[in-house]
């Protein structure tokens, strides 16, 4: 969680509203839950580890599922992203700004990672390392396959989505930014791989 919050994170986190469709002809929904609670109060769950802050978590999840079912031209808005990494973000935005709604700060999150988005459907594919299944999405291995090649950690694509060559790739770019060398692309990994503003 250190890791999260050593990266530079401003450029994805500033403020945007009006991101999620609007459901009469002035703009206005009813909102729900822990949606309408403020940025205080999230950051209070989160610092106790209360009840409340699992019931973000779920709400965020929820939400999350709906954002991709309503909007177009987007099957998954957090490809890579785990529920503990989308609320650790969300506790930095609002530590900018404590009397903002939990939905303001989820949209602009949301908002900000749109066009890292998965846009349709991938296949799934497990990662076996160490005798630790993790499961990705093809099109995600993809994506941070080409960014290890453009970054000289790996010499071409391979024939497969996760071989030898790749799990090295990995375990070198983590030995380059202070990361466990483990050649699996966990969240620290892929968030030094695609947010990172120096990767």
Request: hydrophobic fraction near 40%.
């Amino acid at each position: 969680m250190n890791r999260f919050k050593a990266i530079t994170l401003a450029m994805l986190l500033s403020v945007h509203t009006g991101l999620a469709s609007a459901a009469d002809e002035d703009g206005k929904f009813a909102v729900k839950g822990a949606g309408k609670r403020l940025c205080s109060n999230f950051l209070l769950a989160a610092e106790q580890k209360s009840t409340d802050y699992y019931l973000y978590g779920g709400w965020l999840e929820g939400y999350i599922s709906a954002y991709n079912r309503f909007q177009p031209e987007n099957y998954d808005a957090t490809p890579w992203q785990t529920t503990e990494l989308l609320l650790a973000l969300l506790q930095q935005d609002c530590e900018n700004g404590k009397d903002r709604h939990f939905l303001t700060v989820t949209n602009g999150l949301l908002k900000a990672l749109f066009p890292i988005r998965l846009p349709a459907e991938s296949a799934l594919v497990a990662i076996d390392v160490n005798n630790a299944k993790s499961y990705f999405y093809v099109e995600i291995l993809k994506r941070a396959k080409q960014r290890l090649r453009k970054m000289d950690y790996l010499k071409d694509m391979g024939s497969s989505d996760f071989d030898q060559a790749t799990l090295d790739a990995f375990k070198h770019f983590q030995r380059d930014h202070g990361l466990a060398q483990t050649g699996v692309p966990d969240q620290n990994t892929l968030m030094n791989l695609f947010l990172k503003k120096s990767a």
